[in-house]
């Protein structure tokens, strides 16, 4: 398992984040598929504008126990 970067995760999440491929690099295969799939509704790439900006204000620590929980 790779280290996952909370601002590479957050820039992937606010510009591509309607294709799902912050899901993908935070290792959610699933999520990032549903993201992938309902991409033409418009609805994932707002989701992952938000996400990208809660990981931006999210701590180091909160997001490194959640993403990198055996990195750590």
């Not at 790779?2 to 820039?11: I, Y």
């Not at 510009?15 to 598929?33: A, E």
């Not at 900006?53 to 490194?64: A, G, M, P, R, T």
């Amino acid at each position: 398992m790779s280290r996952k970067d909370k601002l590479a995760a957050a820039l992937l999440a606010i510009f591509l984040g309607g294709l799902g491929i912050h899901k993908f690099y935070l290792g959610m295969k699933w999520w990032g598929l549903f993201y992938l799939l309902f991409c033409w509704t418009g609805i994932p790439a707002i989701v992952g504008f938000i996400e990208g900006i809660f990981y931006l204000f999210q701590s180091e620590e909160k997001f490194n126990q959640k993403y990198n929980p055996g990195l750590i």
